[in-house]
């Protein structure tokens, strides 16, 4: 880091304005025992009004009557300010009181004030056995060779067997009170800290969703332009480095297996004597539900922007529609007032839109015209083959009629496929009449043929006999 990047880190980063400013012991302390030590992801502005003016109170008797003169409505909205940012006020869709809830940059800095204080011990080993054990899996996930991996599982199947030989043999070793304090110390860090972490994933999808917001009440372009833009962005951060993590982070915790271990291997951990010494906080035992509930949270911001993207397509259409009803209007007025008045003379003249050109070598050559040869002969009286009734049974087809239909059932829904079409109007002359469907789909634009889905169609001809017709699925549409 050089000079320029930490002087805009000390004028623009909400968690160094906190450290600078004159009131950071009452805004960290307040903030501190509010969100951080019950674990709350948010509260309603009365309450959190009424807890300062507890905590104002209480500071008061201590530091003197004039020491925070302000009312507490006044410093929530002074810290939840743009130029500060300590704090995140929003009003949810469930109500119309605003919440508050802790900002990332202001996570951080409670969490660098906290390691300022002393430990009850620093641990050394744990992070060294953790360092191993993070080395060793990226060499082995990142081994090609499979006789190398095979190599170091049967390594570490001769040390388990060489373990189990040693326990059969009464040699149990036993980790001691200074290990297991470390070890649970270095858990329940970790688990605040990803707690942590937790806020600032949710700030990175707040902010893509605010950006989207920002571009979409300012887009003059087109609509396949901006959802393009917008899910490019979206994939990129769902993609990333950070979003693969969360996504296996959340697939990981959302199995009931897991959680259920999860559930036991802590009950089991606080029932030993060493961590019952250090008082642990017993709300370590329900981490994972406060990982669960930070999880749910960064998701309902994903749906959220998911909500803003359908509302804005709907807008278009409407609009876009509105425009089209407007234009159609404004023309069948102007017919309306030239039937009434035609003009007597034509402002101007359209000539033809394609010219016609005639080319004097496009011109056919002369070719004399034949003179039939007709050979004189006797015709003779035949007798007929067949039966000739079959010239006069011809069946008419009115397509005006079937098209008739298909726009009646299109008045009331927005599709039909022709299956559901002929359950409403039965099939009357056969197969000649489905041709006739099947001719009147393949001439309307707004029509489709699903050649991957097939229907069959059933009818009986004129002898009463079923038949049946499998074709692609049709579907008309408006």
Request: proline residues 4%.
């Amino acid at each position: 880091m050089d000079y320029q990047q930490l002087a805009s880190l000390r004028q623009h980063h909400p968690a160094w304005r906190l450290l600078c400013s004159p009131h950071a012991p009452l805004i960290v302390s307040f903030l501190e025992r509010t969100f951080r030590v019950p674990n709350l992801r948010s509260l309603d502005q009365h309450s959190l009004a009424s807890r300062l003016e507890d905590h104002l109170y209480a500071l008061r008797q201590t530091q003197g009557a004039e020491a925070f003169p302000r009312a507490a409505a006044a410093y929530l909205d002074e810290w939840a300010d743009n130029a500060n940012g300590w704090l995140r006020k929003y009003y949810p869709a469930s109500g119309d009181e605003a919440h508050f809830e802790l900002s990332a940059a202001s996570e951080k800095a409670i969490e660098w004030l906290a390691s300022l204080s002393k430990r009850q011990f620093v641990g050394t080993e744990s992070r060294l056995l953790t360092i191993f054990e993070l080395l060793k899996q990226m060499v082995e996930g990142s081994e090609t060779d499979p006789a190398a991996r095979i190599h170091e599982l049967e390594k570490r199947k001769a040390g388990i067997d060489q373990e189990i030989a040693q326990i059969r043999a009464g040699q149990l070793e036993l980790m001691d009170e200074t290990r297991v304090k470390e070890r649970f110390l270095e858990v329940a860090a970790s688990a605040r800290s990803l707690l942590a972490d937790f806020r600032e994933v949710e700030q990175n999808f707040r902010d893509l969703d605010r950006v989207v917001r920002e571009r979409i009440a300012t887009w003059e372009g087109s609509k396949g332009e901006l959802i393009g833009e917008i899910f490019g962005e979206h994939e990129a951060i769902a993609d990333s480095d950070q979003g693969r993590s969360f996504r296996a982070f959340w697939d990981f915790l959302m199995s009931p297996a897991r959680q259920e271990e999860l559930s036991e291997l802590l009950q089991q951990v606080f029932a030993l004597a060493p961590v019952q010494s250090l008082e642990p906080d017993r709300r370590l035992l329900r981490m994972h539900y406060d990982w669960l509930e930070a999880g749910e949270t960064a998701q309902r911001t994903v749906a959220r922007l998911s909500e803003q993207l359908r509302r804005y397509l709907d807008d278009q259409a409407w609009l876009e529609n509105r425009r089209i009803m407007r234009l159609l209007r404004d023309i069948e007025g102007q017919a309306l007032q030239l039937r009434e008045r035609p003009p007597s003379e034509l402002p101007l003249s359209l000539d033809d839109a394609v010219p016609s050109l005639n080319l004097a070598l496009d011109r056919p050559l002369y070719s004399p015209p034949l003179k039939p040869r007709i050979e004189q002969q006797i015709l003779l009286e035949g007798e007929p083959e067949g039966d000739h009734d079959a010239l006069f049974d011809q069946v008419q087809i009115d397509k005006a009629r079937l098209l008739g239909q298909i726009r009646r059932a299109l008045q009331s829904e927005t599709r039909i496929n022709l299956g559901e079409l002929l359950q409403r109007h039965p099939l009357q002359q056969g197969l000649a009449e489905l041709v006739a469907y099947l001719e009147l789909a393949t001439g309307d634009k707004h029509s489709v043929f699903d050649d991957g889905q097939t229907q069959l169609i059933t009818w009986r001809d004129a002898q009463g006999i079923q038949r049946r017709a499998a074709i692609p699925l049709i579907v008309f549409s408006r």
